[in-house]
């Protein structure tokens, strides 16, 4: 064994990759084989392969593994002509030319689980962010307990609705997410905030992506007895709808302008659907940096045409101001030109009619005040420099 794990994947024939890959999960092997379990899972796809199902290793701990299947012979691939499928609800591509492509592929090996298995060793490899919803309910289970001792003790009594213990549904949806949570933070995104209700928050190339990963609803078409008690958290939601029995998760932040649903069937699991859904968040990252980077270069323009806008808006108003004090100093050349002739006519008609006082003032004085008002209209006093210093001034 030694001497063959020692040399590159790549490098065994099918035969030797084939007795590898059911003896050691693919995840512990890859590294062995100078790869990792997403190289290792579809380099076996590419060579025809079968690997372990999801779940076969947690079966093959209690002794419930299937049997290994043949290994079948090889059948060269038949050469198609490639075909592009647009996304569905929009002409853009989910992922743009830049992007790298997050197939299945990559994310082929996902932590598997067990639909039906609830052991507790199942429930306490939870991701510890869904283990803390498992705290955060128990928590909430003694503090209702401890409410309803103390009123049973006060005098008006009355007890508060019992929080009832982790239903399967419960804990399936905390399997699923945990699944879906230890993928994402494989293919190096991280786990923000994640509520009880199932409302959680993917950071993915620094971009935050909300999703809600809950049961599907349906509106009830007749009261149901008990209807909520598929449930330890009936308030979550709606009155009038009932569980379909399936998981949905949904994308609250729009991709592309649009959202992304997926609904689990009878005949399609959550544990088929989520390699989709790992690829479509780890996608989500990059085309959400890009609209972002577009919202900042928009936002920047914006900012941009407003602050020339402003300067232009402020040179406009200086402009009218000194163009405004131009007109000014052209008005008070004209009115000074025509009080000096009018004080011209003042001192020939003293002269005729002598001197007399105003106010204690004689007539001759007054003649001055107002040759020196006059004077001072003048708008070359300081010349025509003065002048357009004092007009740029403005």
Known sequence: MNDIVTRPAEEMSR??????????????LGAQLATNGPGLAALCRKRQIPTPPLGYWQKKAVGRAPEMPPLPSFEPPQKTSPSIKPARGSGRPLVPASVP???AESVAELTPFDENDESLD???ALHPKVKAWVAEHRQLQESRRAENRQRSRDFWGG????????????????RVT????????KQGGQIGEAK????????????ELKCVIAEKMSRATKIIEGAGKWTAFPHHHQTGLVSSGFLRVRFDTYVNGRSRDWIETSKKKMAIILPDIVSAIIAAGPLLAEAAREREERHRRYEQEQAERR????RQEIDHRRWSQFQD????????????????????????????????????EWIVWAEERALSLDPFQNGLKGLFETISSA
């Open 15 to 28: 035969e030797e990759l084939y007795e590898l890959v059911w003896q050691t999960p693919m995840s512990k």
């Open 101 to 103: 492509s997050r197939d």
């Open 122 to 124: 199942h429930m306490r």
């Open 159 to 174: 007890s508060l609705r019992h929080i009832s213990d982790l239903t399967a549904r419960d804990r399936y949806r905390f």
């Open 178 to 185: 945990s699944t879906l949570f230890r993928a994402i933070e």
């Open 196 to 207: 009880l209700t199932g409302k959680v928050t993917f950071l993915v190339s620094d971009q």
């Open 311 to 314: 300067e232009r808006q402020r």
């Open 329 to 364: 100093h052209a008005e008070n050349w004209r009115a000074r030109a025509r009080l000096l002739v009018f004080i011209e006519e003042l001192r020939h008609r003293l002269q005729i009619e002598g001197d007399a006082d105003i106010e204690g003032r004689p007539l001759s």
